[in-house]
């Protein structure tokens, strides 16, 4: 893989886990699922969805995120 | 011209995902009709879901012909598990509540706890293989036994009541009774279930359905996968980000007011394992070696 596809997926496996851990206490933590949880779920996705775009448009705030994520994802030596 | 070609054709083979889906999950709900609801949404309606990924990911590896198009299989898998935890549930809570079905819905704590667990733990495996400089075939078996071990626990601990309920509702029938249309009508409407199932369903039918349904599914996915190519090339897009944007067609039943959270929570744990693994396995195999151009049974990741 080309180095910019192992930033790509190493951001995208942190991405996953983050959002998968966000959405499991969103689940586990309320007695009922109501209108809230629902809007909560959808910002987590348009937050998901912007950083994408502006990873794919080269923004720079989206980069030093990306960045942050990758970091958190372990790399063979 | 060319992206607005390729466009079409991408949501012309969603709409066909879409549509097989529905046979696919009304076959595999027939089948499974014996196991709770929390076991089937983890195993049977999980690989109906995750079969369109799953040829989407293989068939980009066969047919766009790089190692570098795995990326292409992350993102799909990716971009499903996200979209499936947070849209789908969503909305269906929404909708619920909208229409005044019920006021709240309430999910088991322990199916949110072991399943949410099993995902948690599969993500992580996940990055673990992938942190490597190479995969092997053994990373796609061992993706897939850890699913293997999950759903033995699954069956294990099935108990006959466990889920999802709503505070208000009842049931939703599965199969509403009315005037079947004819089977070129269904044909052209890409309603598999009437063209197999014309009486009464049966196991049968319901394998031709859904094997049936699994063809179409994967020749749409071929359409798919060029289209993203080339739209990829248009817009100067990485196809692992421009893959995550497509929405997973899902079968529609998923979006029925009594499965939501706990069956799609299942339906992402199976395809991180299964999916991945199997691409892992078929594609770092020997098998794989004389399609693929690769030199030895290892596929570089870096």
Partial sequence: MTSETVANVAELQASLVLLTVAAFLIYYFNAGLRKVHAYLLLGLYVVFIGFIFGKAYSFEWAIRLGEVLASWVPTAA | ?302
């Fill in chain 2, 1 to 302: 011209m060319v992206i607005l070609s390729a466009l079409f054709a991408i949501t012309l083979a969603m709409l066909i995902i879409w549509r097989s889906s529905d046979g696919f999950e009304v076959a595999s709900g027939y089948l499974g009709r014996n196991l709770t609801d929390g076991v089937r949404g983890a195993t049977i309606n999980a690989v109906g879901s995750s079969i369109p990924e799953l040829f989407t990911t293989l068939f980009s590896l066969m047919l766009l012909g790089e190692v570098d198009n795995f990326a292409f299989g992350i993102g799909t898998t990716a971009g499903s598990a996200i979209f499936n935890g947070m849209i789908i549930p969503a909305v269906v809570i929404i909708a619920v509540i909208g229409y005044g079905i019920a006021h709240k819905v309430k999910v088991s704590k322990k199916v949110i706890l072991r399943d949410g667990i099993g995902l948690i733990i599969a993500e992580l495996i996940l990055i673990y293989m992938v942190s490597g400089n190479h995969l092997t075939w053994m990373h796609g078996l061992g993706l897939m036994f850890t699913y293997v071990v999950y759903v033995a626990y699954m069956f294990s601990t099935m108990k006959t009541k466990e889920g999802v309920v709503l505070t208000t509702i009842e049931e939703v029938k599965e199969y509403p009774v009315g005037r079947k249309p004819t089977i070129v009508k269904s044909l052209l409407l890409l309603d598999f279930e009437h063209v197999f199932i014309r009486k009464q369903i049966n196991t049968l039918n319901a394998w031709m359905l859904l094997l049936f349904s699994m063809l179409v599914i994967g020749l749409a996915c071929i359409v798919l996968i060029h289209s993203c190519e080339l739209l990829s090339g248009e817009m100067g897009l990485p196809l692992i980000l421009l893959r995550l944007f497509w929405l997973q067609p899902q079968p529609v039943s998923q979006t029925r007011f009594y499965l939501t959270v706990m069956r799609l929570q299942g339906t992402m744990t199976m395809p991180l394992l299964t999916r991945l693994g199997a691409i892992f396995l078929i594609f770092a195999s020997p098998l794989a070696f004389h399609c693929l151009h690769l030199r030895s049974s290892m596929v570089p990741l870096a």
